[in-house]
């Protein structure tokens, strides 16, 4: 399916706000399987947009957890060390 300027940056503006693919067609007046596609779709815009949106919360989540972590909170530093496990994995 083929995007709009504006349709890519709904996208990216919900999905920063941790809104389901699902809830973003219904949202923006789309077929629901077809959004659902394009974002499970490589390198397709809406899946970029998409994943630009979450990650922005998740760069946001994460420097709070690495503030809480350097200040001594248990649950953070093992959220921590969890992440860089992650991180390794994908390397």
Known sequence: MKYSPEQLV????LASLFISPTEIAVSLG???MEVKADIASTDHPARLAYLKGKLSQKIEIRKQMAMLARVGSPAALEMSE???LDMEDDE
């Open 82 to 84: 969890k992440a860089l």
């Open 30 to 32: 789309l077929p629901e």
């Open 10 to 13: 709904s996208i990216e503006q």
